[in-house]
Nanobody, 125 residues
Framework: QVQLVESGGGLVQAGGSLRLSCAAS????????MGWFRQAAGKEREGVSC????????YYADSVKGRFTISSDNAKNTVYLQMNSLKPEDTAVYYC??????????????????WGQGTQVTVSS
């Protein structure tokens, strides 16, 4: 069992930055691919980024490439999402997710085994 707790959300002006954190419980953190997803009001949950458990490869949605950076600290069992140059369309609840092993399709929500409770990110124009 893995428990995920997100933090770091908030209200920021367009062009600003936020760093989300996802703290994971359990001793097998390194065995999990970690993903960030978001869900805006009235929209489906979508993949934002993922970091591989095997070699640290990273993946990003086209809409956030060049602005967001995913990273992990295995010693702290924590994955981060650094979000720069934020836009109003980035407003959403952001979720952390964990998948044992490697995802076939990192942005497919059904591949992930565990989810956090989400943290709200609001970007004002």
């Amino acid at each position: 069992q893995v428990q995920l707790v997100e933090s770091g959300g908030g209200l920021v002006q367009a062009g600003g930055s936020l760093r989300l954190s996802c703290a994971a419980s359990g001793r097998t953190f390194r065995s999990y691919a970690m993903g960030w997803f978001r869900q805006a009001a009235g929209k489906e949950r979508e993949g934002v980024s993922c970091i591989s458990s095997s070699d640290g490869s990273t993946y990003y949605a086209d809409s956030v490439k060049g602005r967001f950076t995913i990273s992990s600290d295995n010693a702290k069992n924590t994955v981060y999402l650094q979000m720069n140059s934020l836009k109003p369309e980035d407003t959403a609840v952001y979720y952390c997710a964990a998948e044992l092993g490697e995802p076939l399709n990192w942005s497919n929500i059904y591949e992930y085994d565990y989810w956090g409770q989400g943290t709200q990110v609001t970007v004002s124009s």
